[in-house]
């Protein structure tokens, strides 16, 4: 059982900052996915990033981003992985949502929400115009 608890969203200009972490508690194996997704209202759950974990290799081959956030957000991990980061920077109004951290238990490296089994609870992230 993995517990993931995300923190660091706020309310923030167009064009700004903002980092995300995903602290994780209880043992995963040595090969997962970490996902980030999101949700605005009255819309579906969308894929923003992923990092998948081999042991304890990370490279650049291993991560993966929405279309809608490629060049602008960036998934990283702690030197221990106990904490996954989501660093969003040149923030529009579109980005707008709850943002979620999921894991892949599989490491299928999936874009799918459905694919993901353990969720945390949100964060909620206000870009304004």
């Known amino acids: 059982q993995v517990q993931l608890r995300e923190s660091g969203g706020g309310l923030v200009q167009a064009g700004g900052s903002l980092r995300l972490s995903c602290a994780a508690n209880?043992?995963?194996?040595?090969?997962?996915?970490v996902g980030w997704f999101r949700q605005a209202p009255g819309k579906e759950r969308e894929f923003v990033a992923a990092?998948?974990?081999?042991?304890?290799?990370?490279?650049?081959?291993?991560?993966k981003y929405g279309d809608s956030v490629k060049g602008r957000f960036t998934i990283y991990g702690d030197s221990a992985w106990n904490t996954v980061y989501l660093q969003m920077n040149s923030l529009k109004p579109e980005d707008t949502a709850i943002y979620y951290c999921?894991?892949?238990?599989?490491?299928?490296?999936?874009?799918?929400?459905?694919?993901?089994?353990?969720w945390g609870q949100g964060t909620q992230v206000s870009v304004s115009s």
């Open positions: 990092i998948r974990v081999i042991g304890i290799r990370v490279s650049g081959d291993n991560t």
């Open positions: 209880g043992r995963t194996g040595s090969r997962y996915t």
């Open positions: 999921a894991v892949d238990e599989d490491d299928f490296f999936s874009t799918s929400a459905l694919h993901y089994d353990y």
